[in-house]
């Protein structure tokens, strides 16, 4: 628990450094399309966030961005398998490609679930086992060979609502079997990447993720043992079941925890969420306990400038998985920082908003060149100083990534001419 929040809770308080290491791996040429489109509710007409998108049949997917867009890089022979969008609290959506092809922008339409609460039978309304017995069949319902993730990871900074920072990359993340749940097999290597800096001297000032793209393997609850989901651990929470959802058209018990105990460090409270028949681990929400600040300092604050005060005002996380073949893999990650700063004998003080997200778009198993040690992104290093500076709109290529939003996309622009 405790190396959990000192990694992944990590943050550096530093100025920006403006160093260069530059960072791409030479791109396959494939024959692929691009289809792009818009996720609503059909109730509502409300854009989507964070819904899975993905080709049955194969490991390709990415998700919507705030704006409920997506754009999913297709093989030319996989036009066959068509798409498949699910949401929590939805039922899922089948889409031909076929005879959506050659649209430009295409719109789906996602139907809120029932809920079936009568078909739910409660785990004796006690949470804590529910969740003890889950944690017992990880080694059946994950996977139990290694495997190669490929994943799009960003990161962006905010001053207020203003974006003065933003760095982002394919990374390759490689885990071994789910039946240990030690991480300290894992690694991970950025493929390419590109970064984007405000010029202006009052933005000086910004934070840089330290762990950066290891979230994927600190923040992989169900690998990583020591993160939240070990028996001693459970020790330090209340667990209640809530109200049971809807998710991949399966039904998932939800169980809500709280800190019952008092720490050395902060501890986290939110929701897990559970298949009802595998008893899998398929999502998790949670915030780090902001009840006593000088806790969540500790576990927030790394370094900082002489003279600068750090006041955190929300941690959270959200983790989730998907189910393959009958196994249950991670899928995305999602992490979110907001802090205030100021200088003593400055008056006002400034908000910052720190975001990472990582979805992974591809995946092999057993058949796949190890990851070099030397090559591995350490928890030391900040992903900010190992990736190059923006360039031309197909950096990418054929490469899945999280579409940017509307606001994202202003950010950049605005930075880009300041960068030149």
């Given at each position: 628990?405790?190396?959990?929040?000192?990694?992944?809770?990590?943050?550096?308080?530093?100025?920006?450094?403006?160093?260069?290491?530059?960072?791409?791996?030479?791109?396959?040429?494939?024959?692929?399309?691009?289809?792009?489109?818009?996720?609503?509710?059909?109730?509502?007409?409300?854009?989507?966030?964070?819904?899975?998108?993905?080709?049955?049949?194969?490991?390709?997917?990415?998700?919507?961005?705030?704006?409920?867009?997506?754009?999913?890089?297709?093989?030319?022979?996989?036009?066959?398998?068509?798409?498949?969008?699910?949401?929590?609290?939805?039922?899922?959506?089948?889409?031909?490609?076929?005879?959506?092809?050659?649209?430009?922008?295409?719109?789906?339409?996602?139907?809120?679930?029932?809920?079936?609460?009568?078909?739910?039978?409660?785990?004796?309304?006690?949470?804590?086992?529910?969740?003890?017995?889950?944690?017992?069949?990880?080694?059946?319902?994950?996977?139990?060979?290694?495997?190669?993730?490929?994943?799009?990871?960003?990161?962006?900074?905010?001053?207020?609502?203003?974006?003065?920072?933003?760095?982002?990359?394919?990374?390759?993340?490689?885990?071994?079997?789910?039946?240990?749940?030690?991480?300290?097999?894992?690694?991970?290597?950025?493929?390419?990447?590109?970064?984007?800096?405000?010029?202006?001297?009052?933005?000086?000032?910004?934070?840089?993720?330290?762990?950066?793209?290891?979230?994927?393997?600190?923040?992989?609850?169900?690998?990583?043992?020591?993160?939240?989901?070990?028996?001693?651990?459970?020790?330090?929470?209340?667990?209640?079941?809530?109200?049971?959802?809807?998710?991949?058209?399966?039904?998932?018990?939800?169980?809500?925890?709280?800190?019952r105990v008092s720490l050395m460090y902060a501890l986290f409270y939110?929701?897990?969420?559970?298949?009802?028949?595998?008893?899998?681990?398929?999502?998790?929400?949670?915030?780090?306990?902001?009840?006593?600040?000088?806790?969540?300092?500790?576990?927030?604050?790394?370094?900082?400038?002489?003279?600068?005060?750090?006041?955190?005002?929300?941690?959270?996380?959200?983790v989730t998985y998907k189910e393959k073949n009958g196994k249950t893999?991670?899928?995305?990650?999602?992490?979110?920082?907001?802090?205030?700063?100021?200088?003593?004998?400055?008056?006002?003080?400034?908000?910052?908003?720190?975001?990472?997200?990582?979805?992974?778009?591809?995946?092999?198993?057993?058949?796949?060149?190890?990851?070099?040690?030397?090559?591995?992104?350490?928890?030391?290093?900040?992903?900010?100083?190992?990736?190059?500076?923006?360039?031309?709109?197909?950096?990418?290529?054929?490469?899945?990534?999280?579409?940017?939003?509307?606001?994202?996309?202003?950010?950049?622009?605005?930075?880009?001419?300041?960068?030149r």
């Amino acid at each position: 628990m405790k190396k959990l929040v000192g990694i992944t809770v990590g943050w550096l308080m530093a100025f920006l450094l403006l160093g260069v290491s530059p960072l791409w791996a030479q791109d396959e040429v494939e024959s692929y399309f691009t289809i792009t489109g818009v996720v609503k509710n059909k109730d509502n007409k409300r854009k989507l966030e964070n819904v899975n998108v993905s080709v049955p049949g194969t490991n390709i997917g990415t998700v919507t961005n705030a704006d409920g867009v997506f754009s999913l890089k297709i093989k030319d022979a996989e036009v066959v398998h068509g798409l498949e969008v699910s949401h929590i609290g939805y039922l899922n959506t089948q889409i031909s490609l076929k005879e959506n092809k050659d649209v430009s922008n295409l719109t789906i339409w996602m139907l809120p679930a029932p809920n079936l609460l009568s078909e739910i039978v409660i785990f004796g309304n006690n949470g804590r086992a529910l969740v003890e017995e889950a944690i017992k069949k990880i080694p059946v319902n994950y996977a139990a060979d290694k495997n190669l993730l490929t994943a799009f990871y960003r990161e962006t900074v905010q001053k207020r609502r203003r974006y003065i920072s933003v760095s982002e990359a394919v990374i390759d993340v490689s885990k071994t079997a789910y039946s240990d749940r030690d991480p300290a097999g894992d690694k991970v290597q950025l493929q390419r990447g590109r970064r984007l800096l405000s010029q202006k001297t009052s933005d000086t000032l910004a934070v840089k993720v330290v762990g950066g793209p290891n979230l994927s393997i600190y923040l992989d609850i169900v690998k990583n043992g020591d993160a939240l989901l070990s028996m001693e651990n459970l020790n330090y929470y209340d667990f209640h079941i809530e109200e049971p959802v809807n998710l991949d058209n399966r039904m998932q018990y939800v169980v809500s925890f709280r800190p019952r105990v008092s720490l050395m460090y902060a501890l986290f409270y939110g929701k897990l969420y559970i298949d009802f028949e595998k008893l899998a681990f398929t999502r998790a929400e949670f915030s780090l306990d902001m009840q006593n600040r000088v806790k969540a300092v500790e576990a927030i604050l790394h370094k900082k400038p002489l003279g600068l005060r750090f006041r955190p005002q929300e941690v959270s996380y959200l983790v989730t998985y998907k189910e393959k073949n009958g196994k249950t893999y991670l899928n995305y990650i999602r992490n979110e920082i907001r802090f205030k700063c100021d200088w003593k004998k400055r008056l006002f003080s400034s908000s910052y908003t720190a975001f990472s997200e990582m979805v992974v778009t591809d995946r092999k198993e057993n058949n796949f060149a190890a990851i070099p040690s030397k090559k591995a992104f350490k928890e030391k290093q900040v992903f900010y100083d190992m990736v190059d500076v923006y360039w031309n709109e197909d950096f990418w290529n054929a490469y899945n990534i999280i579409e940017p939003t509307e606001s994202l996309e202003h950010a950049v622009s605005k930075l880009k001419k300041q960068s030149r």
